[in-house]
Every structure is written in structure tokens, then in C-alpha cells.
């Protein structure tokens, strides 16, 4: 099969989907890999390191879409993007349609078979996500903290305070991948930090796991009450490709301390606030209700390096079965790839995708005739 890996295009996105060794395997499977030049330049890899893997660089994303099957992305395809797509393509990336009714009817109208990472369930657990979620959570307490300093317009709090003076308190909103990381870093600063979950069996996990924080059930007679005390607060609530609840009003927005923080990782699901908006890591920050938000709509594209390794650890394997079976092939294989399936031929196969946009949708094991 041929391969294409494009330079991602979405603002302050550095990341590239596939890491040069990762190229070498495919090609050594005796499939062609199309990369566009300086495609991982943004994480430190060149055409040159491509080349000697096996790659051929091309000019720009026309010759990637032009001659490419596949293509790899990690994030959704911006709208130049979707205006190349064709039936024939299988495009293999992060797409969190749920957030974007524009994206969603343009692949439809493509006709191209979209496959999410974010989608992909093996045995309950989101493994192409996970890496990413991680990130997210790592970066989230780091972030909020530093724009709870006072030059940075917050409320001049530091999370782990001093001897003598109480440390800062920190709420995430989610018990997941992402918010036990967040929680894990902010505990690690010193913060104050307490979890709202809904599945107890989790609560227990954390409780057991997570010494000396504590665990909520997450309710909002619950989050009402811990938000006027709040110095930092962690949406990493996630519902498998749906759009995040809105758990947060602005109403409660206004009882939380003046200069205190809100970091949104589920922005890409739409946010779990009414007042968020999806920002950029050039201007990663806007303020509502004297709060500042930070709603980086990918937020692990800042250590790109890192990040694009992660991904391509639980990607490569994924990549390799779809180039050597083909679509039907792979998921009559691995069934599991069938949840990660969006879009078929026009048609949308996502569950939750069709909920959030009233359209329509068909089980993407029939419309794809397996």
C-alpha cells in the first residue's frame, strides 16, 4: 500500500504522525511511504533521517493526498485537507467529530473511510488516546500552575505553598488517564488536590493508588461547593467520541475566586465548560468571569518530540494491519478497529458522532459489508 504522511497544518501543531523507524518497518514490509518535506521537522526528525528509512519525501500535501491510500495524520484534517479527499482514501487520525459538524458532513462528502484514533476501544480501555490523555494531564497541573502566577494574571498562588503557608488547591473533574496524570503532577508539586469521579470502582483505585488525595463523587451540588475554595481547576472529563458534558456554567464560573485557573483538556470534545473555546498555543489563554482559561485544542503538540513518539508506539501496529489487510480485512482481524470506524462511503458509523449532529448513522460493520 502506499503510505502518506503530511505535514500537519493546524496552528502551533509540531507533531508528525510517524517517527522515521516506524517508516523503515512499513517499508521493509514492502509498502511505500510517502512523506512531505519537513513534515517532522517540527519534532526534531528530517527528510534525510526519512530517506534513510526508505521514505520518499515529496513536495507538498497534494502529492502525499495524489498518490497516497492511507493517510496518516494526528490531528483532524483541516479544511484544505478534507477538499483532497477521495473514496479511495482510508485517512488514519485523531478526528473528535463530535465537535465539528463542518468536519463531519465534509468527509462524509468525501466519501473516504475515516478511521479516529480517540475511538479505537480494546478491552475498555482507549490505547491510541491514552498516550496523548497522558500528556495532556502531565501538562495541565504544569500550565495552571504557572498561570496562577501573578505576572501571568492569576491569582499569585503557589501550588505547593511554603512552610507555614497552605498549599494551593487544585479540583479535577474526571478520574480517567488524563486526570489521574494531572493529579499526579499537581500532587507531586504539593497542591491540595481532590478528584470528582462517578464509577466507585475507580474512586477505590484512586483511593488506594493516589495517597493523600482525596475522591469526590461527581456531582454538582458536589463541584459547587469546592469551587469558591478553588486555585485551580482540571476538566479531563471524556465521553468515547461524544461531545464533552457541559458541567460547568458560567454561573459557576462566578463563584470561583478571582485570578484562579480552568484548564479545559476536553476541548477537543467540545470543552466541559459553557464559556469554553477552543485556543492555540500562541494564545493559549482568555478570561470569562475573572477566571482565566486555558483551552489548547492540542495541548500535547508543545513537547512535539515527546508527544510523536508516544503516539507512534500505539499507532505503528494499527497503521501496519490496515496497509496489509485492507479495511475489511483488518477489522474482520480485529474487530475492535470496527469502533474506531467514523465514516464509510458517505455514510457516518459513529454512534455518538450522528447524536451530537442529528445525522444518521449506520453500523459500520454493514456498511462495510463484513
Same mark, same amino acid.
Given at each position: 500500500?502506499?503510505?502518506?504522511?503530511?505535514?500537519?497544518?493546524?496552528?502551533?501543531?509540531?507533531?508528525?504522525?510517524?517517527?522515521?523507524?516506524?517508516?523503515?518497518?512499513?517499508?521493509?514490509?514492502?509498502?511505500?511511504?510517502?512523506?512531505?518535506?519537513?513534515?517532522?521537522?517540527?519534532?526534531?526528525?528530517?527528510?534525510?533521517?526519512?530517506?534513510?528509512?526508505?521514505?520518499?519525501?515529496?513536495?507538498?500535501?497534494?502529492? /502525499?493526498? !495524489?498518490? *497516497?491510500?492511507?493517510? %496518516?495524520? &494526528?490531528?483532524?484534517?483541516?479544511? @484544505?485537507? #478534507?477538499?483532497?479527499?477521495?473514496?479511495?482514501?482510508?485517512?488514519?487520525?485523531?478526528?473528535?467529530?463530535?465537535?465539528?459538524?463542518?468536519?463531519?458532513?465534509?468527509?462524509?462528502?468525501?466519501?473516504?473511510?475515516?478511521?479516529?484514533?480517540?475511538?479505537?476501544?480494546?478491552?475498555?480501555?482507549?490505547?491510541?488516546?491514552?498516550?496523548?490523555?497522558?500528556?495532556?494531564?502531565?501538562?495541565?497541573?504544569?500550565?495552571?500552575?504557572?498561570?496562577?502566577?501573578?505576572?501571568?494574571?492569576?491569582?499569585?498562588?503557589?501550588?505547593?505553598? /511554603?512552610? !507555614?503557608? *497552605?498549599?494551593?488547591? %487544585?479540583? &479535577?473533574?474526571?478520574?480517567?488517564? @488524563?486526570? #489521574?496524570?494531572?493529579?499526579?503532577?499537581?500532587?507531586?508539586?504539593?497542591?491540595?488536590?481532590?478528584?470528582?469521579?462517578?464509577?466507585?470502582?475507580?474512586?477505590?483505585?484512586?483511593?488506594?493508588?493516589?495517597?493523600?488525595?482525596?475522591?469526590?463523587?461527581?456531582?454538582?451540588?458536589?463541584?459547587?461547593?469546592?469551587?469558591?475554595?478553588?486555585?485551580?481547576?482540571?476538566?479531563?472529563?471524556?465521553?468515547p467520541g461524544a461531545a464533552a458534558p457541559k458541567l460547568i456554567t458560567r454561573e459557576m464560573l462566578r463563584a470561583m475566586p478571582?485570578?484562579?485557573?480552568?484548564?479545559?483538556?476536553?476541548?477537543?470534545?467540545?470543552?466541559?465548560?459553557?464559556?469554553?473555546?477552543?485556543?492555540?498555543?500562541?494564545?493559549?489563554?482568555?478570561?470569562?468571569?475573572?477566571?482565566?482559561?486555558?483551552?489548547?485544542?492540542?495541548?500535547?503538540?508543545?513537547?512535539?518530540?515527546?508527544?510523536?513518539?508516544?503516539?507512534?508506539?500505539?499507532?505503528?501496529?494499527?497503521?501496519?494491519?490496515?496497509?496489509?489487510?485492507?479495511?475489511?480485512?483488518?477489522?474482520?482481524?480485529?474487530?475492535?478497529?470496527?469502533?474506531?470506524?467514523?465514516?464509510?462511503?458517505?455514510?457516518?458509523?459513529?454512534?455518538?458522532?450522528?447524536?451530537?449532529?442529528?445525522?444518521?448513522?449506520?453500523?459500520?460493520?454493514?456498511?462495510?459489508?463484513?
Open positions: 500500500m502506499k503510505i502518506g504522511i503530511p505535514r500537519e497544518i493546524k496552528a502551533q501543531e509540531h507533531r508528525v504522525s510517524m517517527i522515521p523507524g516506524a517508516v523503515g518497518e512499513l517499508v521493509r514490509r514492502g509498502h511505500e511511504v510517502l512523506v512531505e518535506s519537513s513534515a517532522g521537522e517540527g519534532s526534531s526528525y528530517t527528510d534525510h533521517q526519512y530517506e534513510a528509512q526508505g521514505a520518499r519525501i515529496v513536495p507538498d500535501a497534494e502529492a /502525499v493526498f !495524489g498518490e *497516497a491510500e492511507m493517510i %496518516v495524520k &494526528v490531528k483532524e484534517p483541516q479544511p @484544505a485537507e #478534507v477538499a483532497m479527499l477521495e473514496p479511495r482514501h482510508i485517512l488514519f487520525t485523531y478526528l473528535h467529530l463530535a465537535a465539528s459538524k463542518d468536519l463531519t458532513e465534509g468527509l462524509m462528502k468525501s466519501g473516504c473511510t475515516a478511521i479516529a484514533y480517540e475511538t479505537i476501544e480494546v478491552n475498555g480501555h482507549l490505547p491510541l488516546l491514552e498516550p496523548m490523555s497522558e500528556i495532556a494531564g502531565r501538562m495541565s497541573s504544569i500550565v495552571g500552575s504557572y498561570h496562577l502566577a501573578k505576572h501571568a494574571g492569576g491569582r499569585g498562588i503557589l501550588l505547593g505553598g /511554603v512552610p !507555614g503557608v *497552605a498549599p494551593g488547591r %487544585v479540583v &479535577v473533574i474526571g478520574g480517567g488517564t @488524563a486526570g #489521574v496524570n494531572a493529579a499526579r503532577v499537581a500532587k507531586g508539586i504539593g497542591a491540595d488536590v481532590t478528584i470528582l469521579e462517578v464509577d466507585f470502582d475507580r474512586m477505590r483505585f484512586l483511593d488506594i493508588t493516589m495517597d493523600g488525595t482525596r475522591t469526590v463523587y461527581s456531582n454538582e451540588t458536589n463541584l459547587v461547593e469546592l469551587l469558591p475554595r478553588v486555585d485551580l481547576v482540571i476538566g479531563a472529563v471524556l465521553v478571582p485570578g484562579s485557573v480552568f484548564v479545559d483538556i476536553a476541548v477537543d470534545q467540545g470543552g466541559c465548560a459553557e464559556t469554553t473555546r477552543p485556543t492555540t498555543h500562541q494564545a493559549p489563554t482568555f478570561v470569562e468571569e475573572d477566571v482565566i482559561h486555558y483551552c489548547v485544542a492540542n495541548m500535547p503538540g508543545a513537547y512535539a518530540r515527546t508527544a510523536t513518539q508516544a503516539l507512534c508506539n500505539v499507532t505503528q501496529r494499527w497503521v501496519a494491519l490496515l496497509a496489509e489487510e485492507g479495511v475489511a480485512g483488518a477489522c474482520s482481524r480485529h474487530p475492535d478497529l470496527l469502533g474506531g470506524i467514523n465514516c464509510h462511503g458517505g455514510r457516518l458509523t459513529c454512534g455518538p458522532v450522528g447524536e451530537a449532529h442529528g445525522i444518521a448513522v449506520g453500523s459500520a460493520a454493514s456498511v462495510l459489508g463484513i
